[in-house]
Nanobody, 121 residues
Framework: QVQLVESGGGLVQAGGSLTLSCAAS????????MGWYRQVPGKQRDLVAG???????TYLDSVKGRFTISRDNAKNMVYLQMNSLKPEDTAVYYC???????????????WGQGTQVTVSS
């Protein structure tokens, strides 16, 4: 079965940086699109960034220019480099294995346990 394990979250001051990592297993990783979502209590889980099997990327408007998603197919890993962090980026971040429908990332119901990112002001 699909297993996604996130790491790299933590507490950081506003303006700081963090890199999240996700180790994937149980899938043919090189053929799958991957994504990062985030969720705050009481709100829906939102797509932050997606990357196709060919490396095409999409981003939530509010993180464009600050976050970078990347993948290493040899290691079955997907990363989210987060720079210039803001308090509003505080959330639990989840890795996802999905697909692309045209230009849109489509998340499947395969999730990791999440990693908490807290940005202090």
């Amino acid at each position: 079965q699909v297993q996604l394990v996130e790491s790299g979250g933590g507490l950081v001051q506003a303006g700081g940086s963090l890199t999240l990592s996700c180790a994937a297993s149980g899938i043919i990783f090189s053929r799958r699109a991957m994504g990062w979502y985030r969720q705050v209590p009481g709100k829906q889980r939102d797509l932050v960034a997606g990357i196709s099997s060919s490396g095409k990327t999409t981003y939530l408007d509010s993180v464009k220019g600050r976050f970078t998603i990347s993948r290493d197919n040899a290691k079955n890993m997907v990363y989210l480099q987060m720079n210039s962090l803001k308090p509003e980026d505080t959330a639990v971040y989840y890795c996802n294995a999905g697909d692309y429908s045209g230009p849109y990332y489509v998340g499947y119901d395969d999730w990791g346990q999440g990693t908490q990112v807290t940005v202090s002001s």
